[in-house]
């Protein structure tokens, strides 16, 4: 294979920065690819060296994987952007025509693993628009890729390996094996190492294919959620309403507390109805700062989160569960939009004139973690501001002057 290096320097010094994979010069890929492969030979034996050898055929090195894995975005999208665009009234009738489709399906799903319905076509819909997009690139070639870059090779030499075995078995044939850039299959978006730990032959036909089966889908999606701890009969959470004077610096993801003590606050739902006396464990949280739709979580908004460490997608994934089984719209309208709309270098300059002043964001990174939250925090408290954790446009003028 020819070697990428030459290739980049040839097209020019930006682009071999910005797309160079971090083996080069190290181990050329197909030599990387061979290693894993003779590998994945030790470890499904001899015997299997053909099925193995077939798996490895179709690899090829994909540069468009390395540059998606190094992509940032100019802009940090807010939470109207992100939602409205996931959140869609065509998803929410999509959902709920399959929910009918798939009626005894859903029933038979929810019987044995009791996830509700909703949740699993909300996830359905946001991994893949139910199935409208599964990803078009060669699963075997982009794991090789990302396995054979130094910046994550360890974890991705794992996803490698598992999905060889997923096509020793015979589960998915590995032509077949088609997701997106960093590997994810099916319906549901599953990793390898996600698939072999949780896929399910719902069907009966001897095989656990993500691809094929709906109902293989959503019953590995169903196991999966049940194996991480999902609550039967309780919701992600809910939209909420705060009373005049509730103290913000309370609103964040790592202070949980029985749902009885939000209560006791004056916590309400969007009706005005004081949330139910129980001692459920639950948070509060301001996606889109004081001014914006205010929800309590739940447990199950945690598992949510094991599938995809972003509150945002958790609570886009939520909101579409409610909207699937018949609820309303949010009753919060989202703030103006030129006042929670940042790049990435706005942010950056927040983060550098917040530790600048004393409050430590453990890194000027351009993201909104929960350091940076912390430290917007701490920094609001000191200034008689109303502490929620939220970098609006005002903060950031009175910090940068900007």
């Known amino acids: 294979m020819a070697n990428l290096h030459a290739v980049y320097i040839f097209r020019g010094v930006l682009c071999a920065l910005l797309l160079l994979p971090s083996w080069a010069g190290a181990m050329t890929f197909s030599a990387c690819v061979d290693d894993i492969r003779q590998q994945a030979i030790t470890q499904h034996g001899a015997d299997n060296t053909a099925q193995v050898d077939a798996f490895f055929a179709l690899v090829t090195e994909l540069p468009q994987v390395i540059a998606a894995d190094r992509k940032q975005a100019e802009f940090t999208q807010s939470f109207e952007d992100y939602y409205t665009r996931r959140v869609t009234e065509a998803r929410i009738e999509t959902g709920r025509r399959l929910k009918q489709e798939y009626a005894r399906l859903y029933q038979d799903v929810a019987a044995r693993y009791q996830v509700q319905p909703a949740y699993l076509l909300a996830l359905w819909g946001l991994e893949t628009n139910f199935g409208g997009y599964m990803g078009k690139l060669n699963i075997p070639s982009a794991l090789a890729t990302l396995a054979c870059d130094q910046r994550r090779s360890s ?80 919701r992600w959470g809910r939209e909420v309403r705060l009373p005049e004077g509730f103290d913000y610096s309370l609103a964040r993801s790592d202070n949980w507390q029985p749902l009885h003590a939000w209560r006791g606050l004056g916590v309400t739902d969007t009706q005005g109805q004081l949330l139910a006396d129980l001692p459920l464990q639950s948070a509060i949280l301001l996606p889109s700062g004081h001014k914006g739709p205010v929800f309590v979580v739940y447990p199950n908004f945690e598992v949510i989160m094991k599938w995809n460490r972003s509150q945002n997608y958790a609570i886009a994934v939520g909101r579409l569960a409610d909207r699937i089984a018949g609820l309303g719209a949010l009753s919060t309208p989202f703030p103006p939009a030129d006042t929670v709309r940042f790049r990435t270098d706005d942010l950056k300059q927040l983060q550098t004139a917040l530790t600048a002043q004393g409050y430590d964001t453990r890194g000027v990174d351009g993201v909104l973690g929960p350091a940076t939250r ?6 609001q408290q000191d200034h008689q501001l109303i502490a929620d954790g939220f970098p609006d446009a005002d903060l950031l003028r009175a910090l940068t002057g900007s």
């Open 374 to 379: 912390q430290a917007i925090r701490a920094y």
């Open 155 to 234: 974890f991705f030499r794992g996803e490698l390996l598992a999905a060889t075995q997923v096509a020793v078995r015979g589960d998915i044939a590995p032509e077949t094996m088609l997701g997106s850039w960093a590997g994810a299959m099916g319906h549901m978006q599953f990793m390898p190492t996600t698939y072999l730990a949780h896929a399910v032959d719902f069907d009966g036909d001897g095989k656990a294919n993500v691809y094929a089966s709906v109902g293989d889908a959503m019953a590995s999606a169903a196991n999966y959620l049940r194996h991480s701890g999902w609550q039967p009969g309780y």
